[in-house]
C-alpha cells in the first residue's frame, strides 16, 4: 500500500513539474510592432514594407512615401534615463528643435520639433521601454502629431 501511495504522488509530483505553454511573444522587432497598414491608418498615404535593422536591445524599422520617412525605435534600456539631460541633449544635436511634453503616454513622452521637417514622438514605459516615433518629411510638427500618438499607441500595444 505504501508502495503504491508513493507511486502516486511521484506521477501527480511529475505532472506538476511541467511547465505551461509559453504565452504568444509580443513584437519582436519595431517592424512587427508597427505595420505598414498601421502607418497608412495613421498617415492616409500607402507605404511598403519597412526595412529593420537589430542591434542587441535596439531594433529600428524605417518605412518610405514619397519623399517622407517615418522611422520606430524600440528598446529595452540598462538604466533609467535622465529625461532633462536627454532632451538638452537633443535640442542641442538637432538645430531649430523645440521640446513639447506629452501626458496620457508611458512613463514620460515628449515631441522634438524639428523645425521644417516634423516630429519625433519619444516614449518611456515604465523606466525601461524606449520607444522613438519619427515622422519627418509629411509636414510641420503640429500637422503629424496626432499621426504620431496613435503610431505610438499601437507600438506599446505590441511592446
Known sequence: MVALFL???A????RAAVAPPP??????GACSAVTAADLERALGRRFGSGQEENHGAESTCDYGAGNGQVSITIQRLNAKLDIPAEIESLKRSIKD???RMIAGLGSVAFYLDIA??????????DDRDYLMV???GFGEAPAVYAAA???ARAALGRM
Open 7 to 9: 507511486l502516486f504522488a
Open 11 to 14: 506521477a501527480v509530483s511529475n
Open 23 to 28: 504565452m504568444p511573444s509580443k513584437a519582436l
Open 97 to 99: 528643435s523645440s521640446v
Open 116 to 125: 521644417g521637417a516634423g516630429t519625433q514622438l519619444h516614449v518611456i514605459r
Open 134 to 136: 519619427s515622422i519627418l
Open 149 to 151: 500618438e496613435r503610431v
